[in-house]
Nanobody, 124 residues
Framework: QVSLVESGGRLVQAGDSLRLSCAAS????????VGWFRQAPGKEREFVAAVSWRGGDTEYADSVKDRFTIARDNNKNMLFLQMNSLKPDDSAVYYCAATAPVGIPTLPDGYDYWGQGTQVTVSL
């Protein structure tokens, strides 16, 4: 069991950078694959990035590759998403998610635990 709490979302301008954080509770966090998803109004929840339990393997959506970086600190039970060169299309509620590792899932159904989300809004 793990609980997840996201933070760091806010209103920024296009081209700005922002770092999201996800604080996890539960001793099993370090053994879980963890990732970030986002959901804009009227759209389905979509995969953003994920990292394996050891941190050695990562996956990114094509839309964020080379702009976003996912990282985890298992000693502090934290997950991060560094977002650079933000665009208005990046505006969404961003969710942290965790799952027992079977590869690196990129679909929401592949994750068992979710945070409540943090709002990121990118203005022109």
């Amino acid at each position: 069991q793990v609980s997840l709490v996201e933070s760091g979302g806010r209103l920024v301008q296009a081209g700005d950078s922002l770092r999201l954080s996800c604080a996890a509770s539960g001793a099993m966090f370090r053994h879980y694959t963890v990732g970030w998803f986002r959901q804009a109004p009227g759209k389905e929840r979509e995969f953003v990035a994920a990292v394996s339990w050891r941190g050695g393997d990562t996956e990114y959506a094509d839309s964020v590759k080379d702009r976003f970086t996912i990282a985890r600190d298992n000693n502090k039970n934290m997950l991060f998403l560094q977002m650079n060169s933000l665009k208005p299309d990046d505006s969404a509620v961003y969710y942290c998610a965790a799952t027992a590792p079977v590869g690196i899932p990129t679909l929401p159904d592949g994750y068992d635990y979710w945070g409540q989300g943090t709002q990121v809004t990118v203005s022109l």
